[in-house]
């Protein structure tokens, strides 16, 4: 099952206290009822952002129950309100809308093998992390299933959603069992261990344990499994900012090395004895968008196509470098994505020689107007790409730039290279936000490094060579100036800027890396002014970016002179905003000023 492609708006019909959660329902009158495991994000429609600039990105909450209503599906939603995203969700008034983007990620799967002698299903669940126990409870029963539901509480307060998502008839299902930190219900102590007890039983080998709550009690659940043989699946979290991949935010390690992305390869995750679920990558290996529309590709502009370095382009609206995962979107929206395909060119995330992990997490952090990411550029290599992504991004109807990066003018050439021998790629953009290892520089924050690698490069390749410019540097148009001397064909601009933040809990670093860049509309009007500057010094055409949500802030950058503008971060909170840009160019009148 694919979501339906970009967000759309849902009333709120309740929202009532539960102890010190809050359970607010949605009428979602478009999108197919989501499956257990599964989860939305959500934004209020009004509120989000109007106060000192967050929250700003959309919020990940997973689903505790789904059901027809007399049009559409009712949602039901177990939120405590934490931080400025929750605490506005909690806010909700019957009437309100929200923003929703979902169903997302990927599902429990029913045990393999299920008779009455077997143990079945065991459901752990802590804190707000019953929620989708909940749904898949009820779903287990209705196929007949046999289970036990544990759930664990750290005192009364944080105990709601009991009553209202495992009760019947004022009574607690017969089913569940409980234990709290304080001894207020149940056995006092923790969950796990009621599950350690549960496990010693002779039938467990043959159950199914299915959990989500706070990372150490999964960590113990994952343990105590391991430990006696019995499978598990786990319902983890992560902070990310779109649900879709395109961020990379919502990292986790896998036991053999390196990450997944919890939005698209989660958020469920299990070791053996499932079946039923749909796996990691299986919707473009067997089609599972649902047939072959006809693809039309982005929106076309009233007037004529624009001519962009001998490429022609539908409208001057294209994605920035490492914001869209095309990959992963088709995986989440199928088809359709294709139909309605977002830009007028895709950027990909940006290549290295050999593979990279990224960044151990946590990545991103959450900002006022904007966010600060640090990925640590993920990909597979040159090898890789060649062989598994290109094949699938030569796909898409729009023409393809391939974003790369390398630290030495040998390993840049090996790109250039080889992707010059790719008709599928229409043209090049060089990542230049990297020390040089042999002058130990910052090859984009140095005109004459910037110049000298232009100068290696150009005679390798005909298409096109884009130089993406830093804005950590004092004078960017002196690097432009440079890059066009030594034979580049436009640049793009800005990159992220060098930022830092500060866990209020832990008063260390927010994020692993210690900094990260920062992204979003905070950085506007340094991207206007750094793109005016470079604009009014070189000859080349100019991508702008750096903080375009509407077509009003895209217009401020063709009036500073740039022939395209690149959509980022605003993706993550729809992942239609580039064909909303492009349509509002086309719609609004931008004579006067937008803002006073």
């Not at 129950?65 to 909700?92: S, Y």
């Not at 299920?114 to 804190?127: Q, T």
């Not at 230049?432 to 690698?453: F, K, T, Y």
């Not at 992220?496 to 692993?512: F, H, I, N, Q, Y």
Request: glycine share 12%.
């Amino acid at each position: 099952m694919t979501a339906p492609f970009g967000r759309r708006l849902c009333e709120v019909a309740e929202n009532s206290a539960s102890g010190g959660y809050r359970i607010f329902s949605l009428l979602d009158l478009e999108g197919p009822a989501p499956e257990p495991g599964q989860f939305y994000m959500l934004a209020a429609e009004h509120r989000w952002g109007e106060a000192g600039g967050r929250p700003y990105v959309p919020r990940a909450i997973s689903v505790a129950a789904a059901a027809p209503a007399k049009v559409g599906t009712r949602l039901d939603f177990l939120v405590e309100g934490v931080g400025p995203g929750t605490n506005r969700l909690c806010e909700l008034q019957e009437g309100e809308e929200v923003w929703v983007t979902g169903p997302l990620g990927n599902s429990f799967s029913t045990p393999k093998q299920v008779n009455p002698e077997a143990a079945g299903a065991i459901l752990v669940g802590g804190g707000i992390g019953i929620a989708p126990m909940a749904i898949w409870r009820r779903c287990l029963v209705e196929r007949g299933i046999p289970l036990r539901v544990l759930l664990g509480f750290r005192n009364e307060e944080h105990s709601g959603g009991l009553r209202e998502l495992f009760c019947a008839g004022g009574a607690l299902c017969p089913d569940v069992r409980l234990a709290a930190e304080d001894g207020h219900a149940g056995h006092q102590g923790y969950v796990t261990d009621l599950l350690a007890t549960m496990l010693i039983g002779d039938d467990a080998a043959s159950a199914v344990v299915y959990s989500c709550g706070p990372p150490a009690m999964l960590e113990a659940v994952a343990g105590l499994c391991s430990t006696h043989g019995v499978a598990y699946q786990l319902a983890e979290e992560s902070p990310m900012a779109c649900g879709f991949g395109a961020c990379y935010g919502c990292a986790v390690p896998k036991p053999e090395g390196g990450y997944i992305r919890l939005c698209v390869d989660g958020p469920v995750t299990s070791a053996g004895g499932t079946e039923g679920g749909t796996t990691p990558g299986e919707a473009l290996a067997t089609g599972r968008g649902g047939g072959s529309p006809a693809v039309t590709g982005p929106a076309r502009r009233k007037g004529p196509s624009i001519d962009f370095c001998g490429i022609e382009l539908a409208n001057p609206v294209i994605n920035a470098s490492g914001t869209y995962d095309a990959i992963a979107a088709l995986q989440v929206f199928g088809d359709e994505l294709l139909a309605d395909f977002p830009f007028s060119a895709f950027v990909s995330k940006t290549i290295t020689p050999e593979p990279r992990a990224g960044n151990e997490p946590r990545r991103i952090w959450e900002t006022p107007a904007g966010m600060i990411n640090s990925i640590g550029l993920p990909n597979k290599g040159l090898e890789g790409f060649l062989a598994e992504d290109l094949p699938q991004l030569a796909e898409l109807p729009v023409p393809l730039i391939v974003s790369m990066m390398a630290t030495s003018h040998e390993d840049f050439s090996r790109l250039v290279a080889s992707v010059e021998a790719r008709e599928e790629v229409a043209a090049i953009e060089l990542n230049v936000s990297c020390p040089n290892v042999h002058s130990g520089l910052i090859v984009g924050e140095q005109p004459a490094e910037a110049e000298a690698l232009l100068e290696v490069l150009r005679p390798l390749t005909e298409k096109p060579l884009i130089v993406k410019l830093t804005p950590n540097v004092a004078a960017p148009e002196a690097v432009a100036i440079a890059a066009e001397a030594g034979g580049a064909d436009a640049v793009s601009l800005i990159n992220t800027l060098k930022a830092g933040a500060v866990d209020a809990l832990s008063r260390e670093p927010a994020l692993a890396a210690g900094y990260g860049g920062l992204s979003g509309p905070a950085v506007r009007p340094i991207a206007l002014q750094q793109l005016r500057a470079v604009a009014a010094a070189t000859e080349i055409p100019a991508i702008g970016m750096g903080g375009i949500s509407c077509g009003a802030d895209a217009a401020e950058f063709f009036a500073f002179g740039a022939t395209l503008v690149a959509v980022g971060t605003e993706s993550f909170r729809d992942p239609r905003a580039g064909s909303r840009v492009a349509n509002e160019l086309e719609t609004e009148v931008y004579d006067a000023p937008t803002r006073l």
